[in-house]
């Protein structure tokens, strides 16, 4: 076994934390022995041996004692040198032995009184002394004492004895996959084991059987050994394979679908289609999915796909078809709809291109291989059962499981199916391979079980090499496949939780069980002896159990009968731990010397935390399954699908992809904004709506450059154009764009800076990545800048610096001029009415005392915040502000080109102060500011609609297929650009929930206490006092 490359813990003793200070003296110094603690060590380590008073019991800890911290765990990675080393190589067994193992051996013979020292060899060659009690309770002690009583001594010559010691104390740890370390890792260098199968450090014996016996172990090791049973299956017999044939072909015809239930589907699609056409003459109908892969159930849907999307959707007429549904808000809008004459269920969609191309290719496939359809329905008929796939509940769609299919029989060791979509090679499948369906079926689950690292590779059925789980940014510990035809997405990405693919992974384990096992017709089986057994108490901590229950001793409750067993379990590795430490001096015959002891392999576990079976009884086990797997007659052996025997009843676990927490779905997450009641709020008062009013004009007054400081930004800008004109290009032009322009900028937003080259109109012959590069080393020369950084692997490349008297970040691109055009609108609307830039200035401050106005955080941008000013207050009954894109003269809208989209407005002022309907909303700038909390809380639909500048006429989702995004934000002039589109829901719900809370604020009197206006308010009193105190609660 490799040694781990995935980053590992280190199991460490804890220093006391009572009464002593923490040393900062080297590790073996403090440690020396202290001769007070060490003087009736002995009498007690003979008095457990020997069964006396405190015999099979835990020795009672002092208040002291109980008061210790426990282990503290560091991560860590282990470094290249430890990699492959787990294992001796052959060349190496005879010097590690006696280099490395070294024994811990007993100093000399015991006096009464004092104190048996035990010698334990070191990473550095010395002879750690002990008392023999700190060694032999080395697990206890690690945990309530936290640090070891020891003296180091000159090196001297190591016996055998001792080496043989220590070698069979590291033999028994091998049996828990707890190694040492031939080269100590350069993080850790005190750490000499590590545990393979955790990934974990550990620093000494006493650490590891500490380790040992953690849950986290006990559950590793529990699933290797139930691994080792697994791989120890023996082979099918010819009577089993015909079994399995049998099941699999009858599963196949029971749940599949017939030919004349595929042709059922095909009518079904050419009705609908005479059904459109007869409006709609060039539009056409294609089925896909699993009736056209023949991996369909006879229950599952008829998936219908429109050439020409969405408009034809509604078409659908319900004197043929009933039950009709939309979900325009799905990734791909879809119409639920039923045939009236065949009941069946169509599930209609537009332009779903590629999910058409994946199931041509699957269906291809099942044409060449005719096992692969019952394959797969078998497949798909387990997960139905052990209901893992139901993707609305953290399952995987049920087309993955047909790529599961088809990739194991890709990757057999004599292929089935061959690989189309990688590198073109010459097909090796002349002949077809010979392999029975039921051969094929144990295969599978074998595949996934124990041969595949379903965590380390990801599922491709378009390369035959295996694809690393580096090569895309997909998490690990789930499962990933990939979509022939869709390579970024990961198909099984809805499961989304480790539990459920620890869930069902155990699924994979237990139907391999089941069908690697002989089964008979009545029942009987001779897999419930390899089913996952708890671990065995020893023999002696059996058989004092047993003398408790004898003498009338009952458990009180589960509780306390397993803290029981952990205390028996502690007492067995106790007692075995002082038997492989004690020589034989000073003991009596019962603890003879460690050489005498039988060897690794011959006696029985008696240090393994978890395997503490006898050999007489795994024997007897063996034998008894091994009766009943002869015991059952060919012709008796017979399988089933069955619920029960692949769950145990068991579901699986549903947890919530908004919160990550389990028990319920994301629909009914508590989490979700739209769960939150919206109490009624009471009537504005004429002082609270005067304070709102004031709030308002603070924010702009307060934050708002000066035109002082304007002039000193186009000062700036004139600066720096001449700079590059002299010093890089003399037909370089700058100009300002953005928050400094658009009328909404603070005062120490940035210098956004376009520039752009006299005599090119548009970037397309210019080397842009170079330009940006060679401005950049231009800037470097500039001693009124600093901080230079060329960024060209941005969408629009740029180049940072910061202006050193003023303190102002800022940034120059290339060509940027549909910003430009963005900037000269948003200018425009804040001049027609001064309620808009003071309500602007209020969305800016709200959205970064709330911190949700950083898109590089995954939240929306400043510019986003006020395209919803400006919505709202076009939405407004009456309005506050026109649609500038909608204002011109005649029947068409005037062009004007800019990057391929129209970037007209209107925007002559004059004419727009003249418009009437411009001077009907009389609202104040503080009934608007809670006008807009309670129109983005209380009536408009993120879901339903886009918030759009550019027309009065609401925009739905559907309509800009961006029905999957949680918030819209359409650009106006880039049409395509979606400024919502990187926010997830999880953030869609902090930003909602920052909306509701600002609703109830503002939309709540409040009033400071008497007497305290001057003071919090910094002024006289009044309500400039308090508004700066609803400010500051703000």
Known sequence: MEDPKSPVKVVKPSRSSGGKA???????????????????????????????????????????????????????????????KGKPQPSEGRQQSQENKTPVRHSGPVKDGGAALLEIPTPDNTITTTTAKDSITGVEAGRQRGEVTAEVVEIGNLTSDQQLGLKQAEERLQRDYIHRLLKPSPEYPNFQYLCKLCSVHVENIQGAHKHIKEKRHKKNIMEKQEENELRALPAPSPAQLRALDSVVLEVAETHGISEEDFALRQAVVLQMEGNIRKQLTACSLRLYGSCLTRFAFKTSDVNIDVSYPSTVISLLFPVEFAEVESDFHA???????????????????????????????????????????????????????????????????????????????????????????????????????????????????????????????????RLKELLPRELKNWPRRRLAVEDPFALKRNVARSLNSQMVFEYIQERFRTAYKYFACPQSRNGANASRGLLRKKPRRSRTARSRSLDRKKSGEEDADSSDDEDERDMEEEESLRAGFTELLLSDAGMDSRSESVSQEPSAAESPSALN?????????????????????????????????????????????????????????????????????????????????????????????????????????????????????????????????????????????????????????????????????GLAKVLKKHTGLRN?????????????????????????????????????????????????????????????????????????????????????????????????????????????????????????????????????????VGELWLGLLRFYTEEFDFKEYVISIRQRKRLTTFEKQWTSKCIAIEDPFDLNHNLGAGVSRKMTNFIMKAFINGRKLFGTPFYPHPGTEAVRGGQGGGQGAQRKTLLSVW
């Open 609 to 773: 935390g978890l395997l503490m079976d006898s050999e007489e009884d795994e024997e007897e086990d063996k034998d008894q399954e091994m009766e009943k797997q002869h015991s059952i007659a060919p012709e008796d052996m017979h399988y089933i699908f069955d619920r029960m025997i692949f769950t145990g009843g068991k579901p699986p676990t549903v947890v919530c992809s908004i919160c990550k927490r389990d028990g319920h779905l994301k629909d009914d997450c508590p989490e979700d904004f739209k769960k939150v009641e919206l109490k009624p709020l009471p009537p504005m008062t004429e002082h609270f709506r005067e304070i709102l009013d004031g709030l308002c004009m603070l924010c702009y007054r307060e934050l708002s450059p000066s035109l002082i400081e304007q002039q000193k930004r186009e000062q700036i800008l004139g600066s720096l154009e001449r700079f590059i004109r002299k010093e890089y290009n003399d037909k370089a032009q700058l100009c300002l764009f953005g928050s400094s322009k658009n009328g909404f900028g603070f005062r120490d937003s940035d210098l956004d800076i376009c520039m752009t080259l006299e005599g090119h109109d548009t970037a397309e012959k210019l080397n842009c990545k170079e330009i940006i590069e």
């Open 22 to 84: 923490l040393s900062s003296k080297p590790q073996w110094e403090s440690n020396k022995k202290s001769p007070g603690r060490s003087k009736d060590a002995v009498p007690r380590v003979k008095e457990e041996i020997q069964g006396g008073p405190s015999a099979g019991r835990t020795r009672t800890s002092s208040p002291q004692e109980l008061g210790k911290g426990k282990a503290r765990r560091l991560t860590g990675r282990t470094n290249s040198g430890e990699r492959g």
């Open 788 to 924: 230079i950084l060329p960024i060209t692997t941005a969408k629009v490349p740029i180049v940072k610096f910061e202006h050193r008297q003023s303190g102002l970040e800022g940034d120059i691109s290339l060509y940027n001029t549909l910003a430009q055009h963005n900037t000269r609108m948003l200018a425009t609307y804040a001049a027609i009415d001064p309620r808009v830039q003071y309500l602007g200035y209020t969305m800016k401050v709200f959205a970064k005392r709330c911190d949700i106005g950083d898109a590089s955080r995954g939240s929306l941008s400043s510019y986003a915040y006020i395209l919803m000013v400006l919505y709202f207050l076009q939405q407004r009954q009456p309005p506050v502000i026109p649609v500038l894109q909608e204002i011109f003269d005649g029947n068409t809208v005037p062009q004007r080109m800019v990057d391929g989209w129209n970037a007209f407005f209107f925007n002559d002022l004059n004419e727009l102060r003249r418009l009437p309907e411009l001077h009907q909303n009389k609202e104040t």
């Open 331 to 461: 990734k791909v809008p879809v119409v639920f709809c039923r045939d009236v004459a065949s009941g069946l269920m169509c599930k209609v969609s537009a332009g779903n291109d590629v999910a058409c191309l994946t199931t041509n290719h699957l269906a291809a496939l099942a044409r060449l291989e005719p096992r692969l359809v019952p394959l797969v329905l078998a497949f798909r008929h387990w997960a139905n059962l052990c209901h893992i796939d139901c993707q609305a509940e953290g399952g995987i769609p049920s087309y993955s499981l047909s790529l599961m299919v088809i990739f194991f029989l890709q990757q057999r060791a004599k292929p089935i199916l061959p690989v189309y979509l990688g590198h073109w090679t010459r097909l090796t499948l002349k002949q077809p391979v010979s392999a029975s369906l039921g051969q094929l079926w144990l295969e599978l689950l074998r595949f996934y079980t124990l041969e595949f690292a379903l965590e380390e590779h990801i599922i491709s059925i």
